[in-house]
């Protein structure tokens, strides 16, 4: 079971650090060749080394390869699927996981931050989806989608954030009931306080009551191991002892 991805070639975009990296690295050890992509080249370069270091369970099976590109611009998703045509061929699986956060009241939040947070989390994965079902059809494919416990619960200060994972949970569904008949399956994992650098948190500071990028990456391979029949819609998953306020 560890190689059952062996032949399948995957993109995960915001793939250089946090859940992103590591479910790059799970996809790769299950046998994938996997493509990432990030706005930094040096976050990408130290990125792939990660990936093609030794670890306690080995090296890689899968090939891993990198690209810049920004998400939230339609011409650099463009640029970016035609590499990954390039360098490895038909995809099987997208993992639509950049992501981007400004957190303050609504009178507080600049137009910039606004499209900035939009354009990343949720127009991002649409011009990424869009190009992965093209590239789909007729074999089919999947694409997960990574949102987030603030798609369905609002917070204060979380305005732009909210709107755009409430936005990507639906555009998931839809997406999922337009092409379910052409074989492509669509998922969206929804996790709450994750253990990584996103919003300037330093991973590993005071956090071991939050879940590990590992873990979100293991529900990741879950889904993909389910037969053809079965589709997870979605999964919520949160810490399991969160501070007691």
């Keep these: 079971m560890q190689q059952f991805l062996s032949g399948q070639k995957a993109l995960v975009t915001g793939g250089s ?21 990030s706005r930094s080249q040096k976050s990408l370069d130290q990125a792939l080394v990660q990936l093609t270091s030794d670890s ?33 061929g038909a995809l099987d699986i997208l993992i639509n996981n950049a992501g981007s956060g400004v957190f303050r009241p609504v009178s507080e939040l ?14 991002g994965a649409f011009y990424c989806s869009r190009e992965a079902v093209l590239r789909f059809r007729p074999k089919g ?18 305005a732009a954030y909210n709107a755009s994972k409430f936005g990507l949970n639906g555009f998931s569904e839809a997406l999922m009931l337009d092409h379910r008949h052409d074989n492509v399956r669509v998922s969206y994992i929804m996790p709450g306080s994750v253990d990584t650098e996103f919003n300037g948190h ?10 590990a990028p590992e873990d979100v990456a293991e529900i990741a391979l879950d889904i993909l191991r389910k037969p053809a029949r079965t589709l997870v819609s979605r999964v919520e998953v949160r810490p399991s002892r969160p501070p007691k306020k």
């Design 17 to 37: 650090k946090g859940i992103g990296l590591e479910i790059a690295r799970a996809l790769a050890t299950s046998g994938a060749d996997v493509a990432i992509c």
């Design 56 to 88: 306690k369970e080995g090296p890689p099976a899968g090939r891993t390869v990198s690209h810049v590109a920004d998400v939230s611009n339609s011409a650099d998703v463009s640029r970016l699927f035609q590499f990954v045509d390039r360098e490895l």
């Design 110 to 123: 600049t137009v910039e931050e606004w499209d900035r947070t939009i354009g990343t989390n949720l127009s």
């Design 141 to 158: 494919g999947w694409i997960i989608n990574i949102s987030s416990l603030a798609g369905k619960n609002p917070f204060a200060g979380g």
């Design 202 to 211: 330093v991973q590993g500071e005071k956090s071991e009551w939050k879940i």
